[in-house]
């Protein structure tokens, strides 16, 4: 059971939902009586490093509930990735402040760092529950049917692609976007939902799970653009083509790489510039413009999925719930999973920190169609409860045609 002090981090990306996941741990936290005092680690794991604690049992309840509503990390966050000497730091300085259960939100890398420093308290034989909140918008996570974040970004991503596609039928042309997921496709993919109409955009969806071909794209979107006159393409950050190198640095002549390594894919505006440059050179379309949807996807304000902030709340409070009482095998460790039951509903569970740690989920082959660019009907089935309510719907004037009287054909 709970006992003395509780500490709540938040890694990785924001999310519209993440801060109702904190408040949800710290509000339940609170009921616990044998619980002294609930910390929140101000900047992720680089906080608790720091010492760099809030006391958020001297937190009203009011101010929680309007931090909850609100997008973005609210404990701040950090890109840190911990190895085990660096979560040997962490580790001092929670026994050292006499912190007995952690609630780590973030994804698979998160989840990791929960595993480590399980294992280093149990080594130490040092009372240390350490829980694993699921967050991430790539939907990566695997296990889980889907996680918090992931329903509200890809709500902006539908959003986003029908507004696009009603710019580009008022003035046709090719319109790429590129949207965020490394791996998983999930988030591109959503960019579906926003079709109403048979040639409604986006025309081309590209994963990262298919590889991607520069000159059957350049092949896809000329076919496309001679059949409506117009072409909306969805792509994902990630795409790279038969070898695995990403599409990004086949094209660009300068690469830059984040604090992991890895090359940067995010945020840059790199790849919607290289793919319509592309365009350009090898077609005969004038007008070509391209977005990169960046950070806007994350935390936007305004387009959250109540059935997302609904269930990231509840992941927070079981997480408490199975730190307090354990689950059915008597763990109060591990990480909070998502499962869908019916349509639609949710049950939740607690795994083993193992099985999420460090593991990417991708879509699986049944959501994506035969021709490798576009989605199935299992996915749109799939996504469409977790948008939540409230979705715009747009519609078309009918085309009425008047005859024309002086510009009629030559007989």
């Known amino acids: 059971m709970l006992h003395g002090k509780v500490l709540v981090a938040q890694g990785g990306g924001p999310t519209a939902v993440i801060n109702e996941s904190m408040v ?5 936290s609170r009921k616990v009586p044998t619980v002294e005092r609930v910390y929140g680690a101000y900047h992720g794991v680089r906080g ?26 609210g404990l701040g966050s950090t890109r840190d ?3 085990e000497k660096y979560c040997a730091e962490i580790f001092k300085v929670m026994r050292a402040h006499g912190i007995e ?10 989840s990791d760092t929960a595993r480590i420093l399980h294992e280093q308290a149990l080594a130490a034989d040092y009372p240390l529950t350490c829980v694993h909140i699921p967050k991430t918008i790539d939907n990566d996570l695997v ?16 959003l986003a692609f029908a507004g696009a596609n009603l710019d580009n039928r008022a003035l046709p042309g090719v319109y790429v976007a590129v949207v ?18 048979e040639d409604d955009g986006p025309h081309l969806i590209y994963v990262p799970e298919r590889a991607f071909s520069l000159d059957q794209f350049v092949k896809d979107v ?7 006159g117009r072409c909306i393409v969805a792509v994902s950050e990630g795409v790279h083509d038969e070898s695995g190198q990403p599409i990004a640095t086949k094209l660009a002549k300068n690469v830059e790489r984040d604090a992991h390594g890895n090359v940067q894919l995010s945020g840059t505006g790199a790849l919607a510039d290289l793919l319509t440059d592309h365009i350009k050179t090898h077609t005969n379309i004038k007008r070509v413009r391209g977005d990169t949807f960046g950070y806007l996807q994350r935390s936007f304000l305004g387009c959250v999925s109540d059935v997302d902030q609904r269930e990231a709340r509840e992941v927070g409070e079981k997480a408490v719930q199975y730190a307090h009482y354990g689950n059915s095998a008597g763990n109060h460790s591990g990480s909070v999973t998502i499962h869908r039951t019916g349509f639609y509903s949710v049950d939740y569970h607690l795994v083993d920190l193992k099985e999420i740690a460090a593991k990417t989920k991708v879509m699986p082959a049944e959501f994506i169609a035969d021709n490798g660019h576009d ?4 996915f749109l089935l799939y996504l469409r409860p977790l948008l939540g309510s409230g979705m715009p719907e747009v519609s078309r004037l009918r085309l009425n045609k008047v005859a024309k009287i002086l510009n009629t054909p030559a007989e």
Do not use: C, Q, W
């Not at 608790?48 to 990390?73: A, K, Q, Y």
């Not at 989605?375 to 299992?378: G, N, Q, S």
């Open 24 to 28: 949800g741990a710290v509000i339940e």
């Open 48 to 73: 608790i490093i720091n010492e760099d604690f809030l006391d958020l049992t001297r937190e009203t309840t009011h101010n929680l509930e309007m931090v909850g509503n609100t997008p973005t990390s």
């Open 81 to 83: 990735k911990p190895d």
């Open 101 to 110: 259960t952690f609630f780590y939100i973030g994804g698979n890398d998160s």
């Open 143 to 158: 296990i889980n049917d889907h996680t918090p974040g992931f329903p509200s970004a890809a709500r902006f991503v539908a």
């Open 180 to 197: 965020m997921g490394r791996h998983a496709g999930f988030l591109t993919a959503a960019s579906a939902l926003g079709r109403k109409y």
């Open 222 to 228: 000329s076919a496309i653009y001679n059949k409506y």
């Open 375 to 378: 989605v199935t009907d299992k």
